[in-house]
């Protein structure tokens, strides 16, 4: 009976370490989270959507990488980023990207978000079309441990904004 209190003891105190340990281990990742969120929303907000390219180095790591570019084969960093960023808002001048759903992790953050904009600028080697589009995109972003987006994927609905721009037939095969 000694040996099983005695036991019972060990265990009461082992769970009560381990949940304390786990309570510091949560309030950490809740606080990398949070600053995970905050540098999304602040990409999207100042570089996005107002073109603010001055704070791309306090966002992006100098060895970024853009696994889904606009352009074949960008630099890494915030070297070869803002080419692509100037690209968008030349084509896009009222360029505005709304973060609807956003899922963070200590490394990683999903956005779902919609481009909203005008072309009245070339766009990647497509002339002007005057016209609006509306184009839905999932982005993932990996945040290294200096809290900086380190590599980013997208994907869009790019046969959609084909169609807004009147460059694609709406319902056409592709053979």
């Known amino acids: 009976m000694k040996t099983m209190c005695k036991l019972l003891s060990i265990l009461s105190l082992s769970l009560l370490f381990s949940s304390y340990t786990s309570s510091d281990d949560c309030k950490k990742e809740a606080a990398l989270i949070k600053r995970n969120e905050a540098l999304i929303r602040r990409y999207f907000d100042e570089v996005l959507n107002k073109g603010n390219l001055s704070i791309l180095d306090d966002l992006v790591a100098p060895d970024y990488i853009n696994n ?6 960008p630099l890494p960093g915030p070297t070869g980023l803002k080419p692509i960023i100037i690209g968008l808002r030349t084509a896009f001048p009222d360029l505005h990207f709304e973060i609807l759903n956003m ?73």
């Not at 889904?68 to 084969?73: K, L, M, Q, R, V």
């Not at 992790?105 to 072309?119: K, L, N």
Request: aromatic share 6%.
């Open 68 to 73: 889904s570019p606009n352009t074949p084969n």
């Open 103 to 175: 899922c963070a992790s200590e490394t990683q953050v999903a956005i779902h978000c919609v481009m909203t904009g005008t072309q009245t600028g070339d766009y990647f080697g497509t002339p002007a079309t005057g016209k609006a589009v509306k184009v839905n995109q999932m982005q993932f972003e990996r945040i290294d441990k200096e809290g900086k987006m380190c590599e980013h994927w997208r994907q869009s609905d790019d046969l959609g904004r084909l169609e807004q721009l009147g460059l694609l037939k709406p319902n056409c095969i592709l053979k």
